[in-house]
């Protein structure tokens, strides 16, 4: 079974400092793994996906997730915060169903990122 | 978003009544999900179809009751509203089987109070 566990419920940085929003999944197949953002009382925005191709993906925004499967993460992270970035942001591992007909996403509770002027 | 919309936006019910939420698209995408979202849960799967009068349960299905008569359209019934499902409803639409390929794109949401 697949699920997906982010490890901070709120990360709080300042403004031009790194952020590091972590995410630990677990799966029985190879997983298809996304990060989400989500502004106050808006809809989810997919920020970036990985799908078996590069371990380092790259997203919007200057955002980048780094695939390790021995670990079985998928940390995202922002080389310099900005004031835009703070949201809440959702880990995501796809499921499979039997003969992989149909997937449906799993969610991470969320991390809810502040950011300091 | 754009191709996915939800009505209504807001929505303030009493406890016992019937409640149906809308979820459009233009997209013309075969898969669409409704998910709820409440503060430290993250998003859960209600309910989902894969095609025209296609739907399937999620983990959250209990008082809850999907219709999808048209691709466009998949609506969300709250058969007797209580107050545990007061939230924010989600839709959303992916294009293709192979998840490992697409994301889903959500709609902006339907802030539900149940009173």
């Known amino acids: 079974a697949q699920s997906v566990t982010q490890l901070d419920s709120h990360v709080s940085v300042s403004e031009g400092t790194p952020v590091l929003l972590r995410c630990n999944y677990s799966?029985?197949?190879?997983?298809?793994l996304f990060w989400y953002v989500q502004h106050p009382n808006k809809g989810l925005q997919l920020l970036l996906k990985?799908?078996?191709?590069?371990?380092l993906v790259k997203g919007i925004n200057g955002f980048e997730a780094e695939f390790k499967k021995s670990e079985t993460s998928f940390h995202l992270t922002k080389p310099s915060a900005h004031m835009s970035d703070a949201a809440e942001y959702f880990c995501?591992?796809?499921?499979?169903?039997?003969?992989?007909?149909?997937?449906?996403?799993?969610f991470g509770k969320g991390t809810k990122l502040s950011v300091k002027p | 978003d754009a191709g996915i919309t939800q009505s209504p936006r807001h929505k303030v019910t009493e406890t016992g009544t019937p409640v149906t939420l809308r979820c459009h698209q233009t997209?013309?995408?075969?898969?669409m999900y409704w998910y709820r979202q409440d503060p430290g849960h993250g998003l859960r799967l209600i309910h989902y179809?894969?095609?025209?009068?296609?739907?399937d349960k999620g983990e959250v299905s209990d008082g809850y009751s999907v219709s999808r008569s048209k691709t466009e359209d998949f609506l969300l019934t709250l058969e007797s509203a209580t107050s545990s499902q007061t939230s924010v409803y989600f839709c959303?639409?992916?294009?293709?089987?192979?998840?490992?390929?697409?994301?889903?794109?959500f709609g902006s949401g339907t802030r539900l109070t149940v009173v």
């Open positions: 959303a639409i992916s294009v293709g089987r192979n998840l490992s390929n697409y994301g889903y794109t």
């Open positions: 799966s029985s197949y190879s997983p298809s």
């Open positions: 990985y799908t078996s191709a590069a371990t």
């Open positions: 995501v591992v796809s499921r499979l169903y039997y003969g992989g007909s149909q997937g449906n996403l799993i």
């Open positions: 997209e013309n995408h075969r898969y």
């Open positions: 179809s894969y095609g025209v009068k296609d739907t």
